[in-house]
């Protein structure tokens, strides 16, 4: 198939280039990107969208990257194309951010090309990557180890990316640009083997052409049946994430009794990019760990599992501290800060009518010493509750209260120690009879951040 075609067959597979919309061709000069220009300029007409050029100088090569800038410039005025030029240092970028030479310059290189889509009315950028370059990315992530993920090869579309050459050969670039005169330029570091792409390029690439000529097809081939079935794949992650979420976090059981192959592409689609099959297996551990308050840490934040359900913590999003201390008096109503409750004292006689409720608590006056606070749990803290004596840490756990929340937790006590602790009830101290004067407290829910 000609190479207009094959572009015009991408493009409408995917909707790479709509009627009524700007195309950021990003080039550098090289002969897939110049094809890339010039093919999308022949295109453009037929096809009603707007098209515009971009170019990023990495600054690693001094004077050839600046030629190469004027050259891309030059030839898109020729075209009377706009055109947009950035520029950056590549060798700081990575040494700030412990980054590779080529990673460093495609974050810078991508985030520059965003910023130009985006002042162009969210234009779509097509790269000019080839069928050859998807068959040196798929087997660069086999070396890798890759998942399904890395041997779907280049994604056609991501984002407002596009690749709508991806059916076509490097040969089949060179050809083109050869019939029609248009010049290109040659970058110097694709000639050397210092980096892997150009190892296989020039050494690993021509061995598996001389074991089947079609490589890049037999690769495409592969790509697109993988795409298919990682997609299925993550259709069935996404029902089980569904299914599993919890109040911003997961179900733990469901996760750790799926199907293990499910189960981890759920945690990983959760879970983020930057996480690696060695953090995702730990996840999927805490998952089934009995512990029910065990964490682990990941790249960029913790994990916790509390009882049935883990949840994600940021850095530095630790446990909540607690509330001050606050001595009630009868009449008083007053707002826990730190927590979502207000609470209220009043005097009263015992009557069977006063709702009783793990929200109000009725203790005998002559049974009080000294006066009521409202406090967090203390070490060592105990509460005789059912005839039983019991820590309240080890009350917490019996009700499940998550250890995050422990520390915001309502304990009405006196000097003598708790009397009561909000949602889990009051002691067997202090309980009153028909007839006997008591305090009553009331707790109420209130918004968050009300004031």
């Not at 909707?15 to 002969?31: H, Q, T």
């Not at 130009?116 to 779509?124: E, P, W």
């Not at 996840?283 to 029910?292: H, Q, R, Y």
């Not at 002559?366 to 005789?384: Q, V």
């Amino acid at each position: 198939m000609e190479l207009l075609e094959l572009i015009r067959a991408r493009a409408a597979e995917y909707d790479m280039l709509p009627a009524d919309r700007a195309v950021l061709a990003a080039v550098s000069g090289g002969a897939d990107s110049m094809c890339l220009m010039h093919a999308l300029y022949e295109l453009a007409p037929e096809m009603g969208f707007k098209l515009a050029v971009v170019h990023y100088d990495h600054g690693l090569r001094g004077g050839e990257s600046a030629a190469d800038a004027a050259f891309v410039r030059a030839q898109a005025e020729k075209l009377g194309l706009e055109y947009m030029q950035g520029s950056g240092d590549v060798a700081a970028y990575a040494r700030e951010n412990s980054l590779g030479t080529e990673e460093a310059a495609r974050q810078l290189r991508y985030d520059f090309f965003e910023d130009c889509a985006a002042k162009l009315g969210d234009a779509k950028v097509a790269t000019a990557h080839t069928a050859d370059d998807n068959a040196e990315t798929v087997l660069m992530n086999l070396l890798r180890g890759a998942g399904l993920r890395g041997l779907r090869g280049i994604p056609p579309v991501r984002g407002r990316f596009v690749r709508p050459m991806l059916d076509v050969s490097r040969q089949q670039v060179m050809d083109w640009l050869e019939a029609r005169g248009i010049e290109h330029v040659e970058d110097s570091s694709n000639s050397g083997d210092e980096y892997t792409r150009n190892r296989l390029r020039h050494h690993v690439i021509p061995l598996l052409r001389d074991i089947n000529p079609e490589l890049n097809g037999a690769v495409g081939r592969m790509t697109r049946i993988i795409a298919a079935e990682d997609d299925w794949l993550d259709g069935r992650a996404r029902e089980l994430m569904e299914r599993a979420e919890r109040d911003g976090g997961l179900d733990a059981g469901l996760i750790a009794t799926a199907d293990e192959v499910i189960a981890k592409r759920c945690l990983r689609l959760w879970l983020g990019s930057g996480v690696g099959e060695v953090h995702i297996q730990a996840a999927l551990e805490l998952c089934g760990n009995e512990n029910p308050s065990a964490s682990i840490d990941l790249p960029g934040m913790r994990l916790c599992r509390s009882y049935g359900t883990i949840s994600r913590q940021k850095p530095g999003e630790e446990a909540p501290e607690g509330f001050p201390e606050l001595s009630l008096r009868p009449g008083e109503s007053v707002n826990l800060p730190g927590t979502k409750y207000a609470v209220s004292m009043e005097e009263g006689v015992f009557d069977s009518k006063i709702c009783k409720s793990l929200n109000t608590f009725l203790f005998k006056t002559a049974e009080i010493y000294g006066n009521i606070t409202l406090r967090p749990r203390r070490p060592g803290d105990s509460m005789k509750i059912g005839g039983c004596t019991k820590t309240l840490k080890k009350l917490y756990i019996e009700r499940r209260i998550p250890a995050r929340q422990r520390g915001t937790v309502p304990v009405a006590a006196d000097e003598k120690g708790p009397l009561a602790v909000l949602g889990i009830g009051p002691g067997d101290r202090a309980v009153p009879g028909p007839g006997d004067r008591v305090f009553i407290l009331r707790f109420t829910e209130i918004q968050a951040n009300a004031e």
